[in-house]
Structure formats: structure tokens, C-alpha cells
Nanobody, 122 residues
Framework: QVQLVESGGGSVQAGGSLSLSCDASELTRYMAWFRQAPGQEREGVARVDSDGEILYLDSVKGRFTISKLSAANTLHLRMNSLKPEDTGTYYC???????????????????WGQGTQVTVSS
């Protein structure tokens, strides 16, 4: 059972920056950050695939940076130039399916963090 513990988040004005961290109890095949706004479906924001490829949601490209420290089993998300539409609960996710290199689909992720709130005011 992989445990994911998130930290970071908070409240910031538009244009500000925040960082999120996720400490995993062990290595997994692929990892990602998802977010969920009230009344909306959970969506993938950034991911690190099993081959190291990094992908972003189009709306966060150039503003968010995901990084993975394998030696420490830690996943980071640096968020710059934040917008009110970035507001939501952010979740760290880890997947282990052998036939997946990575995914934007929530059902492909077995383990989830508890979520951390990010609020961006205008």
C-alpha cells in the first residue's frame, strides 16, 4: 500500500506563486497532480510518466512545473502566475498499471493523497 502525503498549497492573489509537495512511501510507475474545483470533475494538471516524459494540461503550460525526485520518492509542483481558475483541491496520484506509461484518467491511478487546497483570489 503506497501512502502519499501532500504539503503546501494555501491562498494567494492572482499572479502569485505556490508550491506543492508529495512524499510517497515507495516508488511507483507513474505519478501526477490532479485538481478538482467545486462541482467539477477531477482533471489532470501535470504528470511524470514511467519513461520520465513530462506532460501538462494546456491551460497550465508555461506556468506550472512538475518535478520528481526519485531518490526521495517526492513529487513537486511549482505554480507561477496563478489565476482564479486554478482554484481547487489538488491531489497527488500514483499509478502502478504495468501496461500504462502514464495517464490523464483518474481510474488509472491506484493511490491518492488526501488533497490540499489552493485558492487564488482576483
Amino acid at each position: 500500500q503506497v501512502q502519499l502525503v501532500e504539503s503546501g498549497g494555501g491562498s494567494v492573489q492572482a499572479g502569485g506563486s505556490l508550491s506543492l509537495s508529495c512524499d510517497a512511501s515507495e516508488l511507483t510507475r507513474y505519478m501526477a497532480w490532479f485538481r478538482q474545483a467545486p462541482g467539477q470533475e477531477r482533471e489532470g494538471v501535470a504528470r511524470v510518466d514511467s519513461d520520465g516524459e513530462i506532460l501538462y494540461l494546456d491551460s497550465v503550460k508555461g506556468r506550472f512545473t512538475i518535478s520528481k525526485l526519485s531518490a526521495a520518492n517526492t513529487l513537486h509542483l511549482r505554480m507561477n502566475s496563478l489565476k482564479p481558475e486554478d482554484t481547487g483541491t489538488y491531489y497527488c496520484a500514483a499509478g502502478t498499471k504495468w501496461y500504462r506509461r502514464g495517464s490523464w484518467t483518474t481510474s488509472d491511478y491506484t493511490y491518492w493523497g488526501q488533497g490540499t487546497q489552493v485558492t487564488v483570489s482576483s
